[in-house]
């Protein structure tokens, strides 16, 4: 029988969220766990994020918020052109990682390969490249996926001599390890924090909604298993201490809270 694998996404420095989350899956004796990315940024506690999943040998793959920490947020000319309380954020969060924890994450892999039965499926963050294809990365409006077949370019005009050290680092180390995106049966991925299932060219394509920012005062993480040789992928919503987190909130200042805070709150 094939092993249930758990996949989060997008924690986003939202420890009780991620202690509830992983709870449950201990609960449920699934042993293999797949971080999407994005495990820090937006929230109030990065290092103890971080410290959790290198704790419970979760593979995390890197997200935006990891390559701003990696990188430098002065790498991202969007960030101050366009969201400066996330570039303060970001510079906010690494000084709240130890030297130990920015070096596990210069080890962690951009995308990950998986076999479930004869299933080949990539795991990313995104399926184009978050170090340096901005104008794919954006772009998605959460109904057509035809982006994401486009080869990563440098085409965006944000792009600048302070990312070439990122253009070189997706270089060295390409997305998928270089294999294009139909080489795959399906693409699973977080970073929109909102799910959808698409199909297209004869691939499954799954955004994954944020485990740390669902909006609906609930945590939720994936089980992906084969069933008669087909791909299931269930939802799980689990609640957690959100009366912590908002006191927590309250008493702690730091840059773009106020986002974060939109993220968590139910509208």
Not at 22 to 30: E, G
Not at 34 to 63: A, M, Q, T, V
Not at 159 to 171: A, G, H, R
Request: aromatic share 12%; with cysteine.
């Amino acid at each position: 029988m094939q092993e249930k694998i758990a996949l989060i996404s997008d924690v986003h420095a939202n420890l009780e969220a991620l202690k509830a989350v992983l709870m449950d899956i201990k609960k449920h004796n699934i042993k293999i766990i797949y971080s999407l990315g994005d495990i820090i940024g937006l929230g109030n506690r990065p290092s103890e994020c971080l410290k959790l999943i290198i704790e419970n040998n979760i593979i995390n793959i890197l997200g935006n918020a990891e390559e701003y920490v990696i990188f430098g947020a002065d790498s991202f000319d969007y960030l101050k052109k366009y969201n400066i309380a996330r570039y303060y954020n970001a510079i906010w969060t690494k000084e709240k990682l130890t030297s130990d924890q920015i070096c596990a994450l210069q080890r962690m892999p951009h995308s990950i390969d998986i076999e479930i039965g004869n299933q080949k499926i990539a795991l990313c963050h995104f399926p184009i490249d978050v170090r340096y294809d901005y104008s794919g990365v954006w772009k998605y409006n959460g109904e057509d996926v035809s982006s994401f077949f486009e080869t990563n370019t440098q085409k965006d005009v944000r792009f600048s001599n302070y990312q070439i050290p990122l253009l070189i680092s997706s270089k060295n180390d390409p997305l998928f390890g270089g294999k294009r995106i139909d080489e795959y049966n399906c693409i699973i991925y977080g970073h929109y924090h909102f799910f959808r299932k698409h199909i297209k060219n004869n691939i499954i394509f799954y955004s994954l909604n944020g485990t740390g920012v669902a909006i609906d005062k609930q945590a939720i993480y994936y089980v992906l298993e084969n069933v008669n040789n087909r791909i299931i992928l269930t939802e799980n919503k689990v609640d957690y201490d959100y009366k912590k987190l908002h006191y927590e909130l309250n008493n702690t200042d730091y840059p773009n809270k106020e986002t974060f805070e939109k993220y968590i709150k139910k509208l």
